[in-house]
């Protein structure tokens, strides 16, 4: 059974750092993995896709990678600033049920300036 | 603007009181789910559907129904709420294709008392 997990849980980083987030999952035979930002009393919002053939995706200040034999996923973000506070989540998708997405249960970021 | 749509936001009701919540895309995608998010459980499948008419369970079922009459449509049902299904709920979709980005709706939050 597919099991995905972020370290750590809650991150508390004053503004410019650059910063490392966590995720490793149990099975290697995953579809493709997606790192998602959710908001307090909002919904999630896709931020990367990386296809389970792919080692990296960039986006602006965020750079996702991935390295399935190993089972491990990091979200690099650089130079954080106050707007990046928000749970952030990866979900891995099974190569048997391309849609279904296994989530993490978070990691929680807080950038104070 | 392409989007998942949810209603009701909120919600408060009874044990017992039978109450459907909405879920509308306008990206003619293929795939919809239904998804509960707990604390410390990070969010698991309910229901999903993998075009018109095809519904299937998915992690955690129990209490729960769904329909797809429409492609664009996939309401959640909850015939008897009981406690134990007070969540927030999101309902997503995809294309059901290579690059199955999910796309999430806003979320329900959802107390039943």
């Known amino acids: 059974k597919q099991e995905v997990t972020q370290i750590p849980a809650a991150l508390s980083v004053p503004e410019g750092e650059n910063l490392v987030l966590n995720c490793s999952f149990t099975d290697s035979a995953i579809y493709n993995l997606q790192w998602f930002r959710q908001d307090p009393g909002k919904g999630l919002t896709s931020l990367l896709l990386?296809?389970?053939?792919?080692r990296e995706q960039t986006s602006g200040r965020l750079n996702a990678s991935l390295d399935k034999s190993s089972g491990r996923s990091t979200l690099y973000i650089a130079a954080s600033q106050p707007g990046d506070s928000a749970t952030y989540l990866c979900?891995?998708?099974?190569?048997?049920?391309?849609?279904?997405?296994?989530f993490g249960t978070g990691t929680r970021l807080q950038v104070f300036p | 603007e392409a989007q998942v749509t949810q209603n009701p936001r909120y919600l408060i009701t009874v044990t017992g009181k039978k109450l459907t919540v909405t879920c509308s895309q306008n990206?003619?995608?293929?795939?919809m789910s239904w998804y509960r998010q707990d604390p410390g459980l990070g969010l698991r499948q309910i229901y999903y559907?993998?075009?018109?008419?095809?519904?299937d369970k998915g992690d955690v079922p129990e209490g729960y129904k769904v329909s797809r009459k429409e492609k664009r449509n996939f309401p959640l049902i909850l015939e008897s709420p009981s406690p134990n299904q007070t969540s927030l709920y999101f309902c997503a979709s995809s294309t059901g294709m290579q690059n199955n980005e999910q796309f999430f709706g806003p979320g329900t939050r959802l107390t039943v008392l």
């Open positions: 990386i296809q389970s053939s792919q």
């Open positions: 990206m003619n995608h293929e795939y």
């Open positions: 979900a891995v998708s099974l190569s048997y049920n391309t849609d279904k997405l296994i």
């Open positions: 559907s993998m075009n018109v008419e095809v519904t």
